[in-house]
């Protein structure tokens, strides 16, 4: 049965409340820095204490003075950047980094807690501490990458992360999506005294042949579409963080609609939500960039264009659109309206 029309909208202002505010807190780090650098401070060695030596020491230190030393070919001690303004929040592309936590969370609640309408009173216990399970491995996994940043950026001018898709908090929420999804697949959030049992394998029947040819007919699909996309210069010219999202959605798609067309056709509903829903989203982005001024879309954007130059005013169009496509298909699965049709289903019987 689909979701009620007031728990739809309740996930939804849930899930993008929690986006707003975790968003919130990568902005504030941005804020914290301002026109400064984070340096890696040696005079402390070279580990740090924080988070069992993940994170190094560091020190705000003013751009123009760590770009003077650093270009200085007689001053033999350079700084380790580790971070600057921009790295965290990613705000150039707002509309971009703001999907990926909207998604994070969708899975979180929709799917691990069951909520709002399917919170199970005695599974609620091992769901929550999945979820925390999930929130402390995301976290320890990118102190890591963090660390590996910091370790191997001697460039003295390298910045941590400088495209949309490489910013602390998409790493952050990227984990927390992966670790979702592999948490649901060990069932640790179930483990219900009525478990069924597993099924025999001896009575499948395979259809390897033709989910195959669909899936590396999609996959062919999405390649060509990333080319065009990058050669338009409406994708980041490293398309391997673009296409690899596009990667996600043709895998994501299978699963949620069917390996081929005869099934396609038949959950019209949920693939309209996901396409109609894309297509609002744009817009609100892109008058959110226009009312704010500080907010980018990541496609005609005033921000980007002074920033890269008005050609490069779409290079986040395309990964914000494979985004927004896994996102609100997901949707439409946790509101349970991405199966057949009654009409299709009455068919069927």
């Not at 065009?228 to 690899?244: H, I, T």
Request: aromatic share 12%; hydrophobic share 50%.
């Amino acid at each position: 049965m689909p979701m009620k029309l007031t728990n739809i909208i309740l996930l939804l202002v849930v899930v993008t409340l929690c986006a707003a505010f975790s968003m919130r807190i990568f902005q504030g780090l941005d804020e914290m820095m301002g026109d400064q650098y984070w340096v890696v401070d040696t005079t402390q060695g070279d580990h740090g204490w924080y988070a069992m030596g993940l994170l190094p020491h560091v020190k705000k230190m003013p751009k123009d003075i760590v770009k003077a030393a650093n270009t200085d070919p007689n001053n033999k001690e350079k700084y380790i950047i580790y971070a600057q303004s921009g790295d965290f929040a990613g705000n150039s592309v707002y509309g971009i980094c703001f999907g990926i936590p909207l998604i994070m969370y969708l899975i979180w609640f929709a799917f691990i807690l069951g909520f709002p309408d399917r919170v199970d009173p005695y599974l609620l216990p091992r769901r929550i501490f999945t979820l925390a399970a999930v929130t402390i491995c995301s976290v320890l996994v990118n102190l890591f990458l963090m660390r590996i940043a910091a370790d191997f950026a001697r460039d003295p001018m390298a910045r941590i992360a400088n495209v949309a898709g490489n910013h602390a908090s998409l790493l952050f929420h990227n984990a927390g999506i992966w670790f979702a999804i592999l948490f649901s697949a060990l069932g640790t959030h179930n483990h219900s005294a009525q478990e069924a049992a597993a099924p025999d394998s001896r009575n499948w029947q395979t259809q390897a042949n033709e989910k195959f040819s669909w899936m590396f007919t999609l996959l062919a699909a999405v390649t060509v579409l990333e080319v065009v996309l990058v050669k338009n210069k409406l994708a980041l010219p490293d398309a391997a963080v673009d296409y690899s999202v596009w990667i996600i959605w043709v895998v994501i798609f299978m699963r949620m609609y069917g390996f081929s067309p005869k099934y396609w056709m038949k959950r019209g509903r949920g693939i309209a939500i996901m396409l109609v829903g894309t297509a609002l989203t744009l817009p609100v982005f892109y008058l959110l960039e226009r009312a704010t001024g500080t907010l980018g879309a990541g496609f005609a954007s005033p921000i980007l264009t002074k920033a890269l130059g008005a050609d490069n005013a779409n290079i986040g169009l395309s990964l914000m659109v494979s985004i927004y496509l896994v996102f609100w298909m997901e949707f439409a699965t946790a509101i349970r309206m991405n199966g057949p049709s009654k009409s299709a289903a009455v068919e069927k019987h």
